[in-house]
Nanobody, 128 residues
Framework: VQLQASGGGLVQAGGSLRLSCTIS????????VAWFRQAPGKEREGTSY?????????YYSDSVKGRFSISRDNAKNTVYLQMNSLKPEDTGTYYC?????????????????????WGRGTQVTVSS
């Protein structure tokens, strides 16, 4: 299974971007996928999560709740991250990864060690 993030770029504060995570080698349908980001000198941070299966569950970090939205198109094997009202502190490299288990224990979805198949990230830069 391979995941590849794309869609990053340079945007002014208050602007929007949509990132795409394309999955190859496996059907997205039953995969749980999350978006992480990492700023220089900081730890990797989970921003959003989407479960697999017929009934999708989503989680967001407090820092992006209400501004970011994760969605999935199983037919296209792609997970999206719509980012609105961007702030300079959203700057970083964004990665998508698949959850290695069936479903995270409550409150642990943002732990990077629970994920695998990390693709090459895409850079997001928000200017003030």
């Amino acid at each position: 299974v391979q995941l590849q993030a794309s869609g990053g770029g340079l945007v002014q504060a208050g602007g929007s971007l949509r990132l795409s995570c394309t999955i190859s080698g496996f059907s997205l349908g039953n995969l749980a996928v999350a978006w992480f980001r990492q700023a220089p000198g900081k730890e990797r941070e989970g921003t959003s999560y989407s479960s697999g299966g017929g009934r999708t569950t989503t989680y967001y970090s407090d820092s992006v709740k209400g501004r970011f939205s994760i969605s999935r198109d199983n037919a296209k094997n792609t997970v999206y991250l719509q980012m609105n009202s961007l702030k300079p502190e959203d700057t970083g490299t964004y990665y998508c990864a698949r959850f290695s288990g069936s479903h995270p224990i409550a409150g642990t979805w943002a732990t990077p060690s629970q994920y695998e198949s990390w693709g090459r990230g895409t850079q997001v830069t928000v200017s003030s």
